[in-house]
T-cell receptor, first 117, second 111 residues
Framework: EVQLLESGGGLVQPGGSLRLSCAAS????????IAWVRQAPGKGLEWVSS???????YYADAVKGRFTISRDNSRNTVYLQMNSLRGEDTAVYYC???????????WGQGTLFTVSS | QSALTQPASVSGSPGQSITISCTGT?????????VSWYQQHPGKAPKLIIY???SRPSGVSNRFSGSKSGNTASLTISGLLPEDEADYHC???????????FGGGTKLTVL
């Protein structure tokens, strides 16, 4: 069964850093695009970043220069390193398999982190 | 503010049909047939129900259908069931610096 499992959420102070992990099972992350999508409390979905199977990376303007997506094929895991965190980064972060043109499926269960002092 | 515009809420009775709209621009919905729809129940992760405007993933009920006209995509749910009550999000590939844009989500209430 194809599954994704996020981890790494929690409480972080403004200006702090955090790394989220997305562990895949049932498929190899090296063969697919993986995306991070976030959802602020009570809000809609917001695309954050994608890593293609060729290694290309893409970022939303809101996180460019602060977030870095990477992957470890040996661990079958994709990471999202988040620096210079702001209150508006508070959200549930989901990882999902696929490209925007094909639709994202499946999604992980999500991990919540809060930026607050 | 979301890049794509969806109604905040829609409602319908069991057995009825409803349609949710998703309006974008010529940088996304209007120029590309890469519109997706996601169903999200409270506290759960989104689930893909429509991709490439009108295609259904394996296992998704044929009561869900998608279409597009100009800059507006639509999701139609026919024969409403109580379990269809959820939030529905549209997403589209975008040629802007933001690779992917989403709508603000629509809450469907089955009366």
């Amino acid at each position: 069964e194809v599954q994704l499992l996020e981890s790494g959420g929690g409480l972080v102070q403004p200006g702090g850093s955090l790394r989220l992990s997305c562990a895949a099972s049932g498929f190899g992350v090296s063969s697919y695009t993986i995306a991070w999508v976030r959802q602020a409390p009570g809000k809609g979905l917001e695309w954050v970043s994608s890593s293609s199977r060729s290694g290309d990376t893409y970022y939303a303007d809101a996180v460019k220069g602060r977030f870095t997506i990477s992957r470890d094929n040996s661990r079958n895991t994709v990471y999202l390193q988040m620096n210079s965190l702001r209150g508006e980064d508070t959200a549930v972060y989901y990882c999902a398999k696929g490209r925007s043109r094909d639709g994202y499926s499946p999604w992980g269960q999500g991990t919540l982190f809060t930026v607050s002092s | 503010q979301s890049a794509l515009t969806q109604p905040a809420s829609v409602s319908g009775s069991p057995g009825q049909s409803i349609t949710i709209s998703c309006t974008g621009t010529t940088s996304d919905v209007g120029d590309y047939d890469y519109v997706s729809w996601y169903q999200q129940h409270p506290g759960k992760a989104p689930k893909l129900i429509i991709y490439e405007v009108s295609s259904r993933p394996s296992g998704v009920s044929n009561r869900f259908s998608g279409s597009k006209s100009g800059n507006t995509a639509s999701l139609t749910i026919s024969g409403l069931l109580p379990e269809d009550e959820a939030d529905y999000h549209c997403g589209s590939y975008s040629s802007s610096s933001t690779l992917v844009v989403f709508g603000g989500g629509t809450k469907l209430t089955v009366l």
